[in-house]
C-alpha cells in the first residue's frame, strides 16, 4: 500500500515539473511557443489528410459498387430494349389474315348411300380445303369437286381436321366413326391426359378452320400402347341441315423471322 502511494506521489511531481519547465522555457523561450504551435498545427493538418484519404477510399468504393449495379441495369435494359424491337418487328411483319364466311345451300347428296357427303349450291375454283360451320359448331369441311363445292359431313372418312381435346389441349384428327352419330379423334398423344367429358374443340393447326370452334364431348376413350383414340359425340347434327356457312382462310398466317440485334452494352463512366 505504501508503494502504491509514494508511486502516485511521485507520478504528480514528476506531471508537475514537466508542467513547470514547459511553462518555463515557454516563458524565457517564446519560439517553443511557435515550434509547439506548428507541429500541432502538422498534427492536426495531417489528421484531417489521413481523415479525407479514408473518406475518399470509403467513397471509391461506394461508387465502384453503384457503378455495376448501373452496368448490369444498363446490360438488362439493353437486352429487354432489343428483345421489344425484335417483338415490334415480328408484329409488323404479319401478313394480314383476310377471312371470309359466306352461306351455302345443300343441293344434294354426292352418292344415295353415303349421307355425309353432300353437293352445295356454289362453284369452287380452287382446291384449298374450307371449313363447314353450323351455327357455333364444327360440321365439316368443304372441297373442290369438278369445279363445284362438296361438303364432307363429320362422320366422313374423309373429313379430317384438327382438334385439341379438354384442358390440356391434347392434339388428335377427326376421322370417321363405325357408328354414325359419332366420330373419332385419332393420334391422341399418350402422354397427355384427356377424359370422358372433356370438350372438344378445333385447334386452327390445319388451316382450315380457326381456333375454338367447338367440336363436342368425349364419350370413349381407347388407349393403347404409344397412342389413345376418343369416341365423340359432335354437336352438330349435320344430317338434318340444309344450310351451312363456309368459313375460309384467304392467306395463312406468316411471321418473317426478325434480323437479331446485338446489345450494345458499354462501359458507363
Not at 231 to 245: G, I, N, R
Request: proline content about 3%; glycine content about 4%.
Amino acid at each position: 500500500m505504501n508503494k502504491l502511494v509514494f508511486l502516485f506521489i511521485l507520478l504528480i511531481v514528476t506531471v508537475v515539473y514537466i508542467f513547470k519547465k514547459d511553462r518555463l522555457l515557454s516563458d524565457n523561450y517564446p519560439i517553443m511557443n511557435e515550434l509547439k504551435a506548428k507541429y500541432i498545427q502538422k498534427v492536426i493538418t495531417f489528421e484531417e489528410i489521413a481523415q479525407t484519404y479514408f473518406k475518399q477510399t470509403q467513397t471509391i468504393k461506394e461508387l465502384k459498387a453503384q457503378n455495376e449495379e448501373l452496368v448490369k441495369f444498363q446490360s438488362l435494359f439493353q437486352s429487354t430494349q432489343t428483345q421489344l424491337q425484335n417483338l415490334q418487328a415480328a408484329i409488323d411483319s404479319v401478313h394480314n389474315i383476310e377471312e371470309d364466311v359466306k352461306l351455302a345451300k345443300v343441293l344434294s347428296y354426292v352418292d344415295m348411300n353415303d349421307f355425309t357427303k353432300v353437293w352445295l349450291d356454289l362453284k369452287k375454283e380452287d382446291n384449298k380445303i374450307e371449313a363447314l360451320i353450323d351455327g357455333e359448331y364444327s360440321a365439316g369441311i368443304v372441297i373442290n369437286k369438278s369445279g363445284y363445292a362438296q361438303a364432307l359431313l363429320n362422320g366422313n372418312e374423309k373429313c379430317n381436321y384438327s382438334v385439341f381435346i379438354g384442358e390440356n389441349k391434347a392434339p388428335g384428327i377427326t376421322h370417321e366413326h363405325k357408328e354414325s352419330k359419332y366420330i373419332t379423334v385419332k393420334y391422341i398423344p399418350i402422354w397427355i391426359d384427356i377424359k370422358v367429358g372433356d370438350e372438344v374443340v378445333t385447334s386452327g393447326m390445319d388451316n382450315i378452320f380457326f381456333e375454338g370452334l367447338k367440336v363436342g364431348k368425349v364419350v370413349h376413350i381407347k388407349r393403347m400402347a404409344d397412342i389413345q383414340e376418343a369416341t365423340v359425340l359432335p354437336y352438330a347434327q349435320v344430317l338434318k341441315k340444309e344450310y351451312f356457312h363456309i368459313y375460309t382462310k384467304e392467306e395463312p398466317l406468316k411471321v418473317k423471322t426478325p434480323k437479331i440485334k446485338k446489345p450494345n452494352v458499354s462501359t458507363l463512366p
